[in-house]
């Protein structure tokens, strides 16, 4: 089962603008990680938060993690059109070990 | 270097029929995990393999579904006597180890079963 929730579903912007999706978890976690997936196919990875971080950058994107409110935001800054995408949170967990729980993903729609 | 490699890429087949997905993970990679993404949905885990210890199954939806992993490389997904709720995109992840980390994901396999 699905333990990982996105918000919003889906967002459109105009390029140019930040781009901000939200992940909660149910359940205790190690890590958080979130990822892209182009037309429905392969995933690749932006970036991974450790339980004991709070927030985290790599380039255009940061991650904060709050594990009192088990929930994770992405915001990607000055978008591109080439960032419409679909955004997964996954997790893994003391219970799960390494497999990963996703969340049902964030369509994003940047519009040029 | 090359990256995680499925195949077929497509595939259609008949309810009732066996069906056999193919995945070539990243040379050097110990852990390797099968999941399934039906249409607009998230990831759902199938099954894990780490080295030679036991693969993890509990992710798998039925016995219809089995996946062997030979040599520690690649790995072949078995649906028998499929069915129309089979239909999903098939992901096939590799990584260094079976701990914290990065998953490299393949393309996938879209099934249809019709």
């Known amino acids: 089962s699905q333990q990982g929730e996105e918000d919003p579903q889906a967002l459109s912007i105009q390029e140019g603008e930040n781009a901000t999706m939200n992940c909660s978890y149910k359940t205790s976690i190690n890590n958080l990680q979130w990822y892209r997936q182009n037309s429905g196919r392969g995933l690749v990875h932006l970036i991974l938060i450790r339980s004991n971080e709070r927030e985290k950058h790599s380039g255009r994107l940061r991650v904060t993690l709050d594990t009192s409110k088990k929930s994770s935001s992405l915001l990607i800054t000055a978008s591109r059109a080439a960032d419409t995408a679909s955004y997964f949170c996954a997790t893994d967990g003391e219970t799960s070990g390494s497999r990963l729980t996703f969340g049902e993903g964030t369509q994003l729609t940047v519009n040029p | 270097g090359a990256g995680v490699s499925q195949s077929p890429s497509n595939k259609v087949t008949e309810k009732g029929k066996d069906v056999e997905l193919r995945c070539d993970p990243i040379?050097?990679?110990?852990?390797l995990y099968w999941y399934r993404q039906s249409l607009g949905q998230g990831l759902e885990f199938l099954i894990y393999?780490?080295?030679?210890?036991?693969?993890?199954k509990s992710g798998l939806p039925s016995d219809r579904f089995s996946a062997e992993r030979t040599g520690g490389s690649v790995s072949t997904l078995t649906i028998q006597r499929t069915q129309q709720e089979d239909s999903a995109v098939y992901l096939c992840?590799?990584?260094?180890?079976?701990?914290?980390?990065?998953?490299?994901f393949g393309p996938g396999t879209r099934l249809t079963v019709t």
């Open positions: 992840a590799s990584s260094l180890a079976g701990g914290v980390g990065e998953q490299y």
């Open positions: 040379s050097g990679h110990t852990a």
């Open positions: 393999f780490q080295g030679n210890s036991a693969p993890d």
